[in-house]
């Protein structure tokens, strides 16, 4: 008997009895759309996650270590060029200072909202010192939206993030006037002459947003931080006196955060490398002490939770199987019952057990694949349903699933292995027919 004929044979058997036949084409199509759902939200996370972060594990941000508060921070004037000097200075990029101010001069507390949390949403100002450099290090300012433009340094300007735009678009947006409030006695105003592109603000704004961060020249925040620190009146010691910080140990000038891009892509190095750089800073300043901020230790715990996350989904793979596996053996063996005096007359004819078997096997076989293909349309129907109904990339969701020809191959070859397994105990019980009970019991 030639595999061929039997082959034929079995694709024309698969789908003769309709009830059956759908009943383990739905099984299986549940778990394949179940099964490419989760996979390519879990492409979408990953490949989210590796944009944002991947190229950052090398980056790093310096201060001076226990302040209560970033702007409280004092980092030398020649803090770059002191970092230059290191003798592992080969592996750094770009240097990028910068000047934060304190979250008090917000003053739009009451339109901005709440943060996930409860909390009330803040605004972060960062007064950068030189933008190319600012933009070799991260890459918010590297595109802006239409009619945008960068601001010019000595001037009162400023650079909003996307999401903050979108989200009060009547209050922000080019051209208009963007205040910061100092001391509760006047306000620093500023013209918005750009928005960050919704690419990049969009995404980095809105995973767990606690602030929207602000871009204005650093000759903005060394204003801001003259009048803050003036102590003419208790007023203006109000953002220093809570924390017991004494504001005339402060030069408005000083920058008070340095951000370090490296060429080191690894996170035990870049530890290694965060250490040496700490210990010839403070050899350099020893009168100083400073702490750095890494993601290193964070992608070290991503990339657990991924290795915890694909454990997961091996598992749901698991259950996927078996569930569509029982499903088919269930509708094989209805229709094996079915199908006795068939079965008995092949075998009179000449066939052979291990016939029989391939034979339903090719059957099931036949109907996982069918189950995959109406699964991966499901999954693909589902995927952007979401998509439209949650605005996905805009309005919350940082990431977007993504039906690749991995996940299109990983649901076909799982349908054909439910295709094996749920065809093998019903081929088995119908190899086992004996024609001559079969046919006299008939």
């Not at 759309?33 to 979408?44: D, E, H, P, R």
């Not at 990029?93 to 949390?117: C, H, K, M, R, W």
């Not at 990049?200 to 871009?215: A, R, T």
């Not at 063996?333 to 016939?355: C, D």
């Amino acid at each position: 008997m030639k595999v061929g004929k039997v082959t034929k044979f079995a694709f024309k058997n698969a789908f003769r009895r309709k009830i059956v036949s759908i009943l383990a084409i739905v099984g299986i199509s549940v778990a394949i759309t179940m099964q490419v759902t989760i996979n390519s939200f879990t492409k979408g996370m990953d490949d989210t996650f590796e944009d944002i972060f991947g190229e950052l594990i090398g980056t790093f941000q310096l201060q001076e270590k226990n302040t209560p508060v970033t702007y409280a921070s004092q980092l030398p004037i020649n803090i770059t060029e002191t970092i230059m000097n290191f003798e592992n200075s080969s592996l750094i990029s770009s240097v990028a200072t910068e000047q934060n101010l304190p979250a008090t001069v917000n003053n739009y507390t009451d339109i901005l909202g709440e943060t996930t949390f409860g909390t009330p949403m803040g605004i972060n100002v960062r007064g950068i010192e030189n933008i190319e450099l600012f933009s070799e290090v991260y890459s918010e300012l590297e595109e802006l939206t239409n009619e945008s433009r960068q601001f010019e340094y000595n001037a009162d300007e400023c650079i909003i993030p996307y999401a903050l735009y979108n989200n009060n678009s009547e209050v922000f947006d080019i051209g208009k006037t963007f205040s910061l409030m100092i001391n509760s006695s006047y306000t620093y105003d500023l013209e918005i002459v750009g928005i960050t592109s919704a690419a990049v603000g969009g995404i980095m704004q809105s995973i767990m947003v606690m602030g929207y961060d602000v871009y204005v020249p650093i000759n903005v925040t060394n204003a801001v931080l003259f009048e803050l620190l003036r102590n003419d009146t208790m007023n203006h010691m109000f953002h220093y006196t809570p924390f017991g910080l004494d504001p005339n140990q402060f030069g408005e000038k000083n920058p008070n955060v340095a951000a370090i891009r490296t060429t080191i892509d690894n996170s035990e190095e870049i530890g290694i490398f965060i250490g040496e750089l700490t210990a010839y800073l403070e050899e350099q300043y020893p009168e100083m002490e400073f702490s750095t901020l890494s993601l290193a230790s964070a992608l070290s715990a991503m990339d657990d939770m991924m290795e915890t996350q694909t454990i997961v989904i091996g598992i749901v793979a698991i259950v996927v199987i078996i569930a569509g596996s029982m499903g088919v053996i269930i509708a094989q063996l209805v229709g094996v019952e079915g199908r006795s005096k068939e079965f008995a007359i092949l075998k009179a004819t000449g066939w052979k057990e291990g016939h029989i078997i391939y034979s339903v096997i090719i059957e099931s076989i036949t109907l996982g694949v069918v189950g995959a293909i109406v699964g991966i349309i499901l999954s693909w129907l589902s995927i952007k349903g979401l998509e439209s109904a949650m605005s996905f990339g805009d309005a919350g969701m940082p990431f977007s699933p993504v039906i690749t020809f991995g996940i299109v191959l990983t649901a076909v070859g799982t349908a054909m292995g439910i295709g094996i397994l749920g065809g093998l105990y019903p081929g088995i019980k119908a190899s086992s027919v004996k024609p001559m009970e079969v046919l006299q019991g008939s």
